[in-house]
């Protein structure tokens, strides 16, 4: 099936430091979600954008969605160790079918 | 946000027996819902949306008659395995949405010895 471009992969930080992560797409989205899924667990959803160009904040996060509906960014600041996990963005149509970014594992050294 | 109960959370079957996983949408309701399958170190893969009162429609290269939905009211979809095999261990998800946001379960790792 259909997958966004996720990237990086992996990454390795200190603690305290801020961390940046993108998706894009070959198709147009209305919607662009990013999820972190911790391990056995479901994902759970941190943002949600809705407009080309809005950027949205939720605490430490902020996320962007792209002016081309095609890409988005999640920026994580003064990262802690609980935000270990991995983060998957994904996008959506109308009809809330959502597909994924292949994930980006975040390991952060104390 | 929106609460997606999901059960059970580890179920371990022999191979050929049949497993059911439920997915309850728990605050509100969901005329539809998706079935998600996810392999160790991967991304979520779609299988099937689940339709409130009707078929379910499943993605490309999924089997209908081995991986049966039920949608039978606007809280509960189940995900029936049917004649599970060792290949058929894995993670399964279920969402349900609430406009354009999809919540998910805490989902279901199987596995078939």
């Known amino acids: 099936g259909q997958q966004l471009n996720q990237s990086p992969q992996s990454m390795f930080i200190q603690e305290g430091e801020d961390v940046s992560m993108n998706c894009t797409s070959s198709?147009?989205?209305?919607?662009w979600l990013w999820y972190k899924q911790d391990p056995g667990e479901g994902p759970v959803l941190l943002i949600a954008l809705y407009k080309a160009g809005e950027l949205t904040s939720n605490g430490r996060l902020t996320a962007q969605f792209g002016i081309t509906r095609k890409d988005s960014f999640l920026n994580i600041s003064a990262s802690i160790p609980s935000d270990v996990g991995i983060y998957f963005c994904a996008g959506a149509w109308g009809a809330q079918k959502l597909v994924f970014g292949q994930g980006t594992r975040l390991t952060i050294n104390p | 946000g929106a609460v997606v109960s999901q059960h059970p959370s580890r179920v371990i079957c022999k191979s050929g027996t049949s497993v059911k996983i439920e997915c309850r949408s728990l605050d509100f309701q969901a005329t539809t819902m998706f079935w998600y399958r996810q392999f160790p170190k991967q991304s979520l893969m779609l299988m099937a949306t689940s339709n409130e009162g009707s078929k379910a429609t499943y993605e490309q290269g999924v089997e209908k008659d081995k991986f049966l939905i039920n949608h039978a009211s606007l809280t509960l979809s189940t995900l029936t395995v049917t004649s599970a095999h060792p290949e058929d261990s894995s993670f399964y998800i279920c969402s349900g949405s609430v406009n354009t946001e999809a919540f998910f379960g805490q989902g279901t790792r199987l596995t078939v010895v």
């Open positions: 198709s147009i989205f209305n919607t």
